[in-house]
């Protein structure tokens, strides 16, 4: 019988996922850390793994490749969560290299912390940071169907027939395609009627999902143009309750925290 090798990265007991110890570090969600293994974007042991599903113990040495450097990473021994309210003109993203203004840059520099999902340039209001992996892959991952609420203006084009806005508007809360794939279904109420002077009215609405732009996107499938968007809740989490300016940020309580479902 051949004798059989034992690699580096697995002759160790095995207690965890390579996914949940990426994700728990604060890296980014299970699924993305999934995706950079098979990118090889993931060290253990100093080599670069692409099994998805790999089981590796805390004393095994973990290593991610961002932007060309690899950097040792580790299960944070406490994790925060920041309630951030969002000024237009601020980037989620931390991997913008171009952006002038990161929204992590309204927050304390240690521990080391990364947004919970996205809220694109143009919009304000609530986002998260974190480093807790838990909470990022629980509030990120599709099947857990967190909503998020939104104060939209909408501006209305010259010639548009204002009196298709609800039938248009009972279109997009079932569903309409945008990428190449249908939206979920979501509520959508009118808060202020149309403004004739400023060709304006404001809805609020509330999504199941988080696409890119996707608020934006869906409201120009129905000829409608997205002026001003605020976000002002997470689940039950609410931004007015949270009581914090714009560009500044509270750490969540245990009690807050509950509340992101």
Known sequence: MAAVHCSPINCYNLPMRINHFIASA?????????????????????????????????????????????????????????????????????????????????????????????????????????NDGELTNRLTHPSNHVSKTYIATIGIPPKYDINQIATNLSKLESGVFIDDRKTAPSKINILHPVNKQSHTFEVKIVLSEGRNRQIRKMFQKIGLNVLKLNRIAIGKLELNSLKIASGKYKVLNSKELSLLK
């Open 26 to 130: 604060g890296i980014c969600s299970r699924r993305k850390a999934d995706e950079m293994v098979k990118a090889g974007m993931i060290k253990v042991n100093h080599i670069i793994i692409r099994e998805v599903g790999l089981e590796i113990s805390l004393t095994d040495i973990v290593e991610v490749n961002k932007s060309g450097t690899w950097s040792i990473i580790s299960t944070p021994t406490t994790t925060v969560t920041y309630a951030v309210n969002k000024p237009a003109g601020y980037t989620s993203t931390a991997e913008d290299r171009f952006a002038k203004n990161l929204v992590i840059d309204l927050a304390p520099k240690n521990p080391r912390v990364f947004t919970i999902g996205r809220l694109d340039k143009d919009s304000e209001g609530l986002i998260l940071l974190t």
